[in-house]
Structure formats: C-alpha cells, structure tokens
C-alpha cells in the first residue's frame, strides 16, 4: 500500500519535472509559431559569409548591381562569381586586416605580402583561382551554393520587373536588407499579404504615382 | 438556324447510330461509375482519419522548409537572364522537308520549337513532328557512346577499327555503300561524295521510307533530268490530286498546307478559293479537305489515263489510248474535272502519289497539257525534300544477298524496319565485312551493326539544308550532346583523313558554294553571321532545264485492276504524327490522336463500315490481312468514307524504339499495359509492301481478310467529350446541336450573311465589365485541315503530361486542345461523307457555367475576360467539367510520372505543373500574355496586336488560328469577328464564348449545300 502511494508520488514528481522542462520550451516557441508554409524569419547560413550590411549599407551598391535581372526579367538572379570579381580582384581581404599587414610588413621591414580572407578563398576557389589569383588548373570552377531565402510555391508566378518598374522598392518586400549580417525572411510572403499591397496601391499608388496592380488570380497562378 | 448551315454532322458511328451504348455513356455524368464500397470505411471512421491526417499535415507543416538552393553562372554569358527565353533560328530535321525553325531556349536549354515566321518555305509553320523533336534531346535511351559488336567503346578503337578495314577494302577494290534518306544538306551530300570517292566501286544509295521515287523516274523520262518539282499551290485555282496526301504527309505538307490555304484566302469579291478534288481509297486529311471527293480504289487510277485522253482531245493532242477499260467513275464527272482544269490552264495543278512510274508518266503528261509546267510547278528550282532512288534501293538489296558488298554505312537510315523481307535482309546485312550504323538510337539496323556510331540530336549539332534548290537554311546546336555522339559529318571527316569539326565543315562548303551565289554581303563573315542568324537565306541557283518534253514516254495506263469481289486492296500508309516511324520513340507523338481516326497508342486495319458489316466484323476486332504470303493481325477500325474495297493500314508502329513505353502511364491496380504481346507499340505493316519494279508500292491489289476471332480494344478518343446531347435528354430538335456549320464560295459571294443567334435574356446582370483588354480567339475553320500541330504545341507549351494507352481508353487524356473531326453523310452518294475539323479548347466564356458550379472559386473570370483555374485552390470536385457544355476540362487523375529528372528539362519553367486531384484546361497562354504585358510595361511601349501569341496559333501552318484583344477594334481578332463566317458553337446557351469560329467554305454549287434549315 505504502509502496503504491510512494510508487505514484515518484511518478507525479517525475510528470511535474518533465512538465517544468517542456512548459518554458514549448512556450519560447510559441512566439516563433506561425502557419504551414509561413517560413517569416527564415535566416539560414549562407556557404560563404557575404555581408549586405556592407555591400549594401556601408558601401551603397545598388541592389541592382549584383541582382540586375530583377528589372529585366522575373527573377532577381544571384550574381555570378565573375561580376564579384570586378572589385574582388582587387579587395583580397576586410580593411582592417589589410592596414594590419601593411604595419607589421612595416616593422618588420620586410615585404607587403598579399593577405586573403577566408571567405574570400571560397569566391576564388569558385573560379578556379589560386591565392595569387591566377587560374589553378588543379580547381574546377563550380558555383557558389548559395542558399534561397525568399522562397514561393511552384504555382505563384512572381515578376520582378513589374514591380521594380512600378517603383516598389526591394525593401519593401525583402525588409531592410542593408542592416542585414545574413539574409532573413523579414516578410510573410503569404498570398494575404501579395493582395493586401496590390488592393492598397491601386488606391494610393506607389510613392504616389498611380498604378494598376492586378487582382486577378491568373496575375500569379498558371 | 441560318439557311447554309449544315446540322447533320457526327463524330462516331455510333453517335450516327444512335447507338444505345454510345448514349447511355454520353448522357452520364461521370463517365465511371463512381466505387462506393459498402464494406468499406465508414464515414466516422473517415472523419476520424481525416482529422488526423490534418493534425499530423498541420504539425509536420510547421518544420522549416527543405534548404533550396540556388546555383549562380561562375561566369556570366552575356546574353541569359535568368528567367527570360531567348530564340535561336533553326532548321528542322525531323523529317525531309526541311522546315525553318526558332529554338526557344530557357536557361541554356531548349524547351519549345516553334515555326521561323521568316522561312520563305514554311513561313512560320511547324508541324507535330517537328515540334514535338524537343523530348527526343532529353531522351535517356539515345545511343551515347559508339558500340562495337552491342558493346560500348570508345571514338578511337571504332575510328581505328574502320579505318584500317576500309584502307583494307580500298586496297581490295571491295564494294563500299552508303545507304541513307533523304539527306537535305549540301554539305553532307559533298562529304559523301568525298568519302566515296576514294574508292572503285562506291555508291550513294538513297532509301525514303515514304518514297516519292516514281515522280522522279518520270521526270527524268520526259523531262531528262530526274528530279522532283517544286509544287506551288498557291498558284494553283485548280488542284486535282490523285492519292497524293499533300496536307497530311506527303513531301512538304507544312508548306503545302499554307500554300493551299493561300490559294483558298477567300479574299476579294468573288472571294479567291481553288477548287480542289480529290481521287483516293482511303480517307486522308488532304481528301477531308477536297470539294469533290472521288472514292477510287488504288489499282483503278487508269482514271488519270481517261482525263488525259479527254484533255488531250481539247488540247487538239493526238494521244491514242486503246483499250482503255470503263472507268468506275462516271464519265460526267470525269468531264467535270477535265472541264474545271482546261479552263483554268496554267493555273491548275495535278498531283499524284502513286508509286506506279506509268501513272506518274501520264500526270506529267496532263501537266505538260495543261501548261502547268513553268507556272504552278517549278523545275527551275525543284524540290530536294525526296532523292530516294527505288531502283538503286533494290539494286543494293540484290547486292547485300549476293554479298557482294564488302563496307556498308547506314546514315540515319532503318532499312531492316522499312523495308519488306526482314529476315531475309538481317541475315543479308550480317554477313556484311564492315557494317556502321550512324543513327540516334538503338533501332533495329543498330542491333545487327558491327558498329554503332551515334550521331547528336539535331538540336545539338551544326547542319545546313537546302530543301528548295538555291534556298539554304542552317541549324545551329543549342545544347550540348549529352554523351559522346558525334555528327556524321565529323565521322565521315574522320573516316575520310581530315578530322575537322561541323561547324567549319559547313563554314568551308558555304564559303565556296553558297557565298558566291548572293550579293547580299561581300564579307564571308558577315554574310555567315546574317545567315545564322537569320536562320535561311535565297540565292538565285537553280537549274538548267530542256524545255522539250518527251511525249514518246507517255503510255496510257489502261489496266484496271480490282480486287474480286470477296478480296480487297491494300493500301499502306504513313500517319501525320508517327511518318515512317522513327518517331516511335516519342510519347507525345504516339499519344497525338490521329487527326481522322482519333485513336492512340495502336496501329489498325481501316474497312468501310459496310464491308465490316458485310463481314459482321466490329471495331476492335483482331483480323488477319494476308497479301503475297506475308501477313499481319491487327484490331480493325471502321473508318466512314473509305472505299468498300479497300484495307488501309499505317506504317510506322511496330518499332523496337516503341518497347521503352512498358511503364508509361500512371501505376495503379487495375492499370493495364500500354504494350501490346510483342512488347511494342503497334505492329509494323512494313513486310506487307512491296520493293519491285523499281519503285517501293505502298499498295498492294489483293489482300486477303479474315477474322481471328479476338478483340483488342483501341484508344479512341472519338466518342470521349461529346458534346451532343442524347434525344431523350435534348429538348425536341436540339439533339444534335450544328456544331459545324459551313456555306459555299458562291454563297459567300452573294454576301448572304448568317443570322447571329438573338441575344437572350440574360440571367446575370453585366456588373463586371472588361475595360482594358479582352482576350479573344477566332479559329477559321476553312482553314483547318486537321493536322494537330497546335496539340502537340499545347502539350509542349503547357506540361501537358502523357498518360498512356489504357488511361485514354478511359476518356482521361489531358490534352487541352483536341480537334474534333465530324463527319456528315447528307448530299453525299452512299458510303461517302464530308468532313470537318474543329479545334476545341475552352472557350473562355463571359458567362461560364463551369464558375458557378465551383465550390471554392478555383474557377473565377479575370478582368480581361479569361476564364482562370487557379491550381492551388482547386480540391477536385470536377462539378467544373460536368456543368462545361464544351467538354474541355481535364482532370488529373493521377499524379502523372515526373520521374525522369533528365526529360523535365523540357517542362517549360513558366507553366505549373499540375499534381493529383486537380483540374486543368486551356489557358490561352496566359504565360505568354503576362510576359508580354510585362514587357511592354517595362519597355513603356503599349501591347501591340501580334504581340501575344498562343502556342497553337504559333506554329500553326495553315494560319487558322486568330488570337488578340477584343476590345480594340484594330486588331485581327475584331476584324475577323465581324466577318460574315463567324459563329459561335453552342451560342444558343449564352455562355457568351470568346473563342469565334469561321464557317467552313466548300466550293461547290450551292444547290449542293446540304442540311437546310
């Protein structure tokens, strides 16, 4: 009898601790729940770290520099490790590190050598380039695997060049990239939120500028 | 109803029949029965299981999505964006017409075929063939590598190989062949003149599957120079054509088909429309098109003798033909043509496809009569699309029994499939020292070749062709070879001493031949650069011709020769879709329905409904055609308007390229084999023709049938979507609603103008009215012949899946455009019919009863007038198709097999690809609308008319197909809808279509207008 009531306290007690554990789990997540196909927050690590904050922000290159097929055709398109090269072939490596270098070449007396970085190697690696930039013919070119994060379904047709031509601007949908270390979903992508936005601009238009955005389901699926 | 229109047209005989059957099917609303189990689950239990199911999907839909990646160029080519096709001018070669091309490609890869608008010859036309060639570039199961004895090798140990043995046989003196079709490049045919020249006894031996060989024979009798004319309908007020299928598949049927259409444009007052009759057995495409139809039997073309001689007594020609038998024709009528033909001399064409080189003797005597030589056909600059050579063919087959030939190469040719006497040629062929096969894939010359020398898909190689003397066209590769195949060019090269790549083989031949003939360019480089852009380009070479005519060759054919009365005539033929078979392999092909029997997936034995009944023969059953000891069984298909004496069978199946479709289809339990007992596709009729007399006979003049007491149930598509409304389900006299409706040239002339139907009252206010554009599509019947270009268009464009022979048995084919093909009796002597293509595809409908029906709204009308299916939102209540009048809706039955990673590449990346339990249907393109909408607005420039075209009025050749916005009065839809021929199909039930149809014109007299009121 003793035994029993011990026997199922031991289980009570074990139930409460295993629920203290869940419980704060369960609930931390919760914020971070959203509906089937929703993937708001997506943020996965790219294959090499290339920062927009810098490229975009710090720098100021247009977007369009690295994603021009956005107002010539339906995607955006990633660039080609050839149209990094344009300044990588000269930018080896972050600033600091290249100042670093120049004061102990300095102190040392001895030679500048050129300093790569190593997410920089990976851009070289892909063209098939060794630390001094030259063609290896042991490497094989092979495209950077970058990682998709703004992702629709198979059957929503979206078209880049009919809303950068409209005037949208790319934060405007891709959130404010040029803040961003690596790429996050800032938007929910959802059809409610594509309509929303269509059904707002034929009221007030873009940046003022009257436009006619379709509402017609064929505008996005076929 | 208006006066000129007809209301007796069917599409079945059953239909004609009023078969209890075919009704009963007809008025169900599923065509299945619906399998409710009562032993099955109960609905607790599946409500039960569905809450789980949406449990355990929703939780497992929260996980992040699988990582996608994205894979940018290393470095960038200049001219792709990603996303945007680019087009590249191109030749087709497919088959030896030689038609221009645009290659659309997408990312590297080419995805569409479509007509080159620019090509002098085809003019923007592509048939089926050649615009379903694309799958075969994605194709699994080409030859890769080069095969020695069926075993994989490499280029150099099979170049070794046959190098040292020809070296071996030149020393010899040894006997060295080359066997191949048609070969329209001017460079190949140098380089195998090269090749051959370095031997003693070399020949070039031409072999067409579907031959034209006898025109040839006889122009080099009367004419001295043996060649095949360039025909030039277009010219021509009066074609007469005597079993010569010139829409269909006869020479250059693209070209032909454009060119007819031209010649009956109906334009101006009295409206421009040749007169076309047409003498054949069987029913081809071309004689479906024909005002007078002649039912003659092949061995009865002595008629062509009977208009001579009365052409000949008005031409004041004194041409004896003794003993020239009655013909089954009456003299009348016969009159009638020769009459219709003298009065329009020079501007006549008479046009023969017998094999028998005396018929063709006295066609060219009736030509020459006529003074349509130097005006409707063209000698100056004949036709290259047929060179075989029966005679030589024969010749070579004699030689290969005898063994006296030491090396054969066999260009792209399957002559163990194509010709008669199979056992007898492998066993020939094997004991040929040095046998190469040069062919795309494994066919059955392959399998008895020493070697096998695969050779690019065309789309992935250089070429040039010139299928028009002085008009030279080039192909351009658009792709990479998937494997190690290498052109015949580059092969003969390599054989030959100079191992040189195709494209500067090509380059060379044009800088000494062609380059010289034009003054476009005096710079070589700018001129070849313009050419490959361009795609073709004319020159002024052509032929030097005698202008006598040879009038001693002509003899009068006076045999008539009819099978007794119990035996029939055998006529063999090729298909629009699969030719002479070496398209066997490509399942859009072998699914195309044939554009006058609507089966699938099978070859037959054609009879005229009487002599089946005669026999108590029913469609399907399984019968033995017996002819000069060969024999092949086949189901037989009643086929109205065939002559009560004549057997048509169609060439073509029966390939070992067909034994891959074992898995076609969806797999499913009571799924059943595509395939028939000999593991192919069909059966190959080709052992019942004939290589003798110099000429391969496609018809034979007494076969034997008789019934082997089976059944093979075919997959006709005839009966499936039927729009017409059982009796007891119609309200009187609406049974047969007149689907096609047609008037007469004379009746056009007169501007009799049809009545359009009142409009009705409306049950649904106009509260949403289309302001910007409105789609609309007008589709000229008169100019339709049936030849499913737009079908195989349709599936290429839009992802259409292939779903296989049992699966269209079930009516659950997927294209999205079908043609229905109807058949009329009225004012036809008996056993002969009228015939009439109609495309359909949805109709876009201002009121359309498949929206209302539609529980979710995944059918909804846009703001310009299109009827949309939205794929996502649709849950497969198939209400939509049930309540379409037009019977266009296609539902996904199964998710049809996306397997093959390396055939998706030709999914065209703008179109969704459909999954299990949805609906589908013709969208008119609204990918190619949205493309060009979206690239007007960016290059600010308004929608110009033409600027959308839909895929099947692209590469259309007949131009029947009008697509553009309603709402401006400017464009050639609003024009065309306000001609006096269009109408609407079942207008009387207000759903308000936005596709408009032409009537069909025949020229006749109008009191033989049929079907009054």
């Known amino acids: ?63 369009l520099y690295c994603h021009g097929a956005a107002e010539k055709g339906r995607h955006a398109g990633f660039p080609a490790s050839s149209l990094c090269m344009n300044c990588h072939k000269s930018v080896t490596a972050p600033l600091g590190a290249v100042r670093a270098e120049d004061e102990l070449a300095k102190q040392e007396n001895s030679p500048v050598k050129q300093i790569v970085s190593p997410e920089l190697t990976k851009l070289y690696d892909s063209l098939g380039l060794d630390e001094k930039l030259q063609r290896d013919p042991k490497k094989t070119p092979a495209s950077i695997p970058w990682i998709r994060v703004h992702n629709l379904p198979a059957f929503a047709c979206f078209d880049h060049r009919a809303h950068v031509h409209a005037g949208v601007s790319c934060q405007h949908c891709h959130g404010p990239v040029e803040t961003m270390e690596t790429i996050r979903q800032v938007e929910r992508l959802s059809m409610g939120w594509c309509v929303n936005c269509h059904r707002d601009v034929n009221q007030k238009g873009v940046h003022g500028k009257p436009v006619r955005a379709s509402l017609d389901c064929a505008a996005c699926h076929y | ?71 940018p160029f290393v470095t960038q080519p200049e001219e792709i964006v990603p996303g945007r096709s680019l087009h590249y001018a191109s030749t087709c070669q497919e088959c030896s017409a030689g038609c221009g091309m645009l290659v659309k490609c997408r990312d590297g890869r080419p995805i569409k075929l479509e007509g080159n608008p620019e090509h002098a010859m085809s003019r923007g036309g592509l048939c089926a063939v050649g615009q379903a060639s694309v799958l075969g570039l994605y194709d699994r199961l080409r030859v890769q590598r080069p095969l020695k004895d069926g075993r994989e090798s490499t280029w150099r140990e099979v170049d070794d190989d046959i190098r040292t043995q020809l070296d071996e046989i030149r020393r010899h003196g040894g006997a060295v062949r080359v066997l191949s079709g048609t070969i329209l490049s001017p460079t190949l045919r140098d380089q195998i003149r090269r090749f051959l020249s370095r031997f003693a006894d070399a020949r070039h031996v031409v072999h067409d599957p579907l031959s034209a060989s006898a025109i040839l024979t006889a122009h080099e009798r009367t004419h001295g120079i043996r060649l095949l004319p360039h025909y030039r309908l277009e010219r021509a007020e009066v074609v007469v054509g005597f ?31 040749s007169w076309h009759a047409q003498f054949e057995g069987r029913l081809s495409v071309t004689g479906a098109k024909a005002d007078e139809r002649l039912r003659v039997l092949p061995g009865e073309m002595g008629i062509l003798s009977h208009l001579a001689s009365r052409l000949a007594r008005r031409a004041g020609v004194s041409w004896d033909a003794p003993g020239l038998e009655d013909a089954s024709i009456p003299g009348s009528v016969l009159d009638r043509v020769a009459d219709r033909l003298w009065q329009a001399r020079g501007r006549g064409l008479v046009l023969c496809g017998s094999q028998d080189v005396d018929q063709q003797l006295v066609c060219n005597f009736v030509n020459h009569l006529l003074g349509n030589y130097g005006a409707t056909i063209d000698l100056e600059k004949p036709s290259l699309q047929k060179q075989g050579n029966d005679a030589e063919v024969e010749r070579l087959v004699q030689e290969l029994k005898d063994g006296r030939v030491a090396a054969l190469l066999v260009l792209d040719s399957n002559p163990v499939y194509t010709l008669p006497g199979v056992q007898e040629l492998t066993a020939a062929l094997q004991r040929v020292p040095l046998l190469i096969d040069c062919s795309e894939r494994f066919d059955e010359t392959a399998a008895v070749a020493k070697y096998v020398c695969p050779r690019p898909h065309a789309l992935a190689s250089w070429n040039d062709a010139e299928p028009i003397r002085g008009l030279f066209s080039l192909a351009q590769p658009t792709f990479a070879p998937l494997g190690h195949e290498r052109t015949i060019l580059e092969s003969l090269a390599t054989w030959s001493g100079g191992g040189r790549s195709a494209r500067q083989l090509i380059q060379e031949f044009w800088q000494a031949n062609i380059f010289p003939q034009q003054t476009r360019e005096n710079q070589f480089q700018r001129f070849w650069d313009q050419a490959v852009h361009d795609g073709v380009i004319e020159t002024s070479i052509h032929e030097e011709l005698p202008r006598s005519f040879a009038m001693d060759q002509i003899r009068p054919v006076i045999r008539s020769e009819r099978p007794a009365e119990a035996s029939f005539a055998l006529a063999l033929y090729p298909k629009v879709g699969l030719l002479d078979g070496r398209h066997a392999y490509n399942p859009w092909l072998q699914e195309l329905p044939d554009p006058i029997t609507k089966v699938a997936w099978d070859n037959y034995v054609c009879l005229s409904p009487t002599a089946a009944n005669r026999l108590g023969i029913r469609e399907g059953d399984v019968v033995r055609v017996e002819v000069g000891g060969a024999s092949v069984e086949l189901p037989a298909y009643l086929q109205p308007g065939q002559h009560d004496q004549l057997l048509a069978i169609p060439l073509g199946y029966g390939s070992k390229l067909s034994e891959r479709f074992g898995n076609i289809g969806p797999n499913w339990l009571e799924a059943r084999l595509t395939l ?36 093979h149930p075919l997959a006709s598509t005839q009966t499936h979507q039927s729009i017409s409304v059982p009796a007891h389900l119609a309200p009187a006299g609406e049974a047969r609603r007149p689907m096609i409706q047609e008037t007469t040239v004379a009746g056009l002339a007169r501007g009799h103008r049809p009545e359009h139907p009142e409009p009705q009252a409306d049950l649904w206010p106009n509260d949403h009215p289309v302001t910007g554009h409105r789609w609309g599509m007008v589709i ?105 009048p037009y019977k266009v809706r296609r539902f996904n039955w199964f998710a049809y097999s996306r397997d093959d990673a390396l055939q998706n590449l030709v999914l065209n990346p703008d179109v969704t690809v459909r999954s299990r339990g949805v609906m589908e249907k013709c969208s008119f393109c609204i990918q190619r609308i949205q493309e060009a909408k979206l690239e007007s607005r960016r290059l600010g420039l308004p929608l110009a008319d033409g600027a959308v075209q839909t895929a099947c009025q692209q590469s259309c050749p007949a131009r029947a197909i009008h697509f553009g916005d309603l709402n401006d009065p400017n464009t050639e839809v609003s024009r065309l809808v306000r001609d006096g021929r269009r109408y609407q199909v079942l207008a009387e039930l207000n759903a308000q279509p936005a596709v408009n149809y032409l009537k069909l014109v025949r020229n006749r007299p109008e009191g033989e207008v049929r079907g009054h009121g």
């Open chain 1, 1 to 63: 009898m003793r035994n029993r009531v011990m026997r199922s306290r031991l289980t009570t007690l074990f139930l409460l601790v295993g629920l203290a554990f869940t419980v704060p789990m369960l609930l931390s997540r919760l914020g971070g729940y959203h509906l089937p196909g929703n993937q708001q927050g997506y943020e996965p690590k790219q294959p090499l770290a290339s920062s927009h904050r810098l490229h975009a922000g710090d720098l100021q290159i247009s977007c």
């Open chain 2, 780 to 884: 000229d019947l008169n100019a339709c012949n049936g030849c499913s270009a737009c079908v195989v268009g349709c599936q290429v464009e839009n992802n259409v899946p292939v779903v296989g022979k049992d699966e269209v048995r079930r009516q659950r084919e997927m294209h999205w455009l079908r043609i229905d093909r109807y058949y009329s009796e009225e004012g036809r002597t008996s056993g002969d019919v009228d015939v009439a293509f109609q495309p359909m595809l949805c109709q876009h409908c201002g009121n359309a009863p498949c929206e209302t029906v539609c529980p979710v709204l995944a059918t909804v009308h846009s703001s310009e007038g299109l009827n949309q299916q939205v794929y996502n939102r649709c849950v497969g209540t198939r209400y939509c198709a049930n309540n379409c």
């Open chain 2, 676 to 711: 028939n007992e000999n593991g192919q596709v069909g059966i190959n009729a080709a052992p019942l023709l004939i290589l003798a007399g110099n000429s391969l006979q496609y018809q034979r003049l007494s076969a034997r049938l008789t019934r082997t007491g089976r059944s």
């Open chain 2, 1 to 71: 109803m208006s006066e000129e229109t007809a209301n007796s047209y069917w599409k079945s005989l059953e239909e004609c029949t009023a078969d209890s059957e075919f009704l009963e099917t007809a008025s169900r609303e599923f065509t299945e029965p619906i399998a409710v189990d009562p032993h099955g689950p109960s609905r607790r239990d599946f409500l039960a299981l569905t809450g789980f199911a949406l449990a355990g999907l929703t939780v497992a839909g929260c996980t992040p999505a699988p990582e996608r990646q994205a894979l």
């Open chain 2, 243 to 273: 079993d010569a299928d010139f829409l269909g598949t006869w020479i250059s049927p693209v070209e032909f088909a454009r060119a007819y259409q031209e010649g009956r444009s109906l334009d101006g007052n009295p409206p421009r429309c």
